[in-house]
């Protein structure tokens, strides 16, 4: 009997079970083998600046992509540069916590087999490596147990290979891009999303089996740290909208402590987490978030807030917290579950396109 296999067959292993395998399930399957016919390298070349390029790992299999979509298929998912959606505005900007850029579903007759493991090797490329078994976890959990693909879908701005383009891949808590640095002012090619309600919709203190709890358990132990002081003046009794991530620039007022005023040791720790936010990601949207924020001062520009209300439990472990510069916004609102909305640019007169 013929074996059937899957567009993502590591969707039910174990962890363990696709650790041992990582080498051989990296980012080839279609992808390789359209590429081949067409003289496009697969993998980027080693670079000396922090960002992607057109022709990273994600950007090239964008480009394959779009090659094999057919006018019926790009008339649907693809678009102009500045296309504006009459309700979401200019669409390649926009961010939410729940949406469908555009209806077909990745694993549905709209696409081809072929073009269902090319667009699952763009996912794999835009995140890291160590964190494509978690991923696949949340997306499981947060869209009742369905395999990756049936509950997402995908568009493409401009036109890959030119000047400017974009992809754009959405789903529940998930908003993720790759452009190859066709916007040059921001990270990860724009506002981004992740989430994951692990435990259902309202989620336990402490959060057991959410993938991106321990960023807050780094969190709060950099408010342990604070001393009495500190911690009054980092705690902010009211946490604002989950989507109010808009950059406030030089003089925003940001809320809870100036990270400028923590102690060596503090400000050290506080360096872990944001290591531990850019982490999930691509080590070029990794490097170009943290150049982003350098341009504008770096965490010493920032502020660090906790919010009182939401706490899961009453037990004064935040379950939302935020830090907060010119033109850095990463809002962990962690209640009733995970919502982490991140805007990370190195100019502050980009303007939002979010809808909570």
Known sequence: MEKKTRVCPDCEVTQEHELGRREFLKTV??????????????????RAHAAATPQSAAETAVKVLFDSLNDAQKKQICFDWN????????LRTHVSN?????????????????QQTIIH?????????????????????????????????IAIFGAPGGEKFEFVLTGRHMTIRADGHSENHVAFGGPIFYGHAASGFNEKPGHPGNVFWEQGRKANFVYQLLDGKQQQQALVATRPDEAAVAFRGDKGGFP????????????????RVLLALVEPYR?????????????????????????????????????NWRIEGPAFVWYFRGEPHVHVWVNVADDPNIALNAQG
């Not at 296309?83 to 505005?89: F, L, S, T």
């Not at 924020?293 to 899961?312: E, N, T, V």
């Open 29 to 46: 399957g279609a992808t390789a083998a359209v590429a081949a016919t067409t003289s496009l390298p697969l993998f980027a070349t080693a």
């Open 83 to 90: 296309y504006k959606d009459p309700k979401r505005g200019l």
């Open 98 to 114: 729940n949406w469908q850029i555009t209806k077909p579903q990745i694993l549905s007759d709209f696409y081809t087999r072929e």
């Open 121 to 153: 090797d763009i996912f794999r490329a835009i995140i890291n490596p160590e964190w494509y078994v978690r991923f696949l976890k949340q997306l499981r959990d947060d869209t009742g147990g369905k395999q990756w693909g049936v509950s997402q879908s």
């Open 256 to 271: 809870g402590i100036p990270v400028a005023e923590l102690t060596h040791d503090q400000k050290a720790e506080l360096q």
């Open 283 to 319: 080590k070029e949207d990794q490097e170009e978030a943290l150049a982003c924020l350098k341009r504008r001062g770096g965490l010493d520009h920032c502020s660090l807030a906790f919010y009182k209300d939401g706490d899961i439990g009453n037990d004064k472990e935040w379950d």
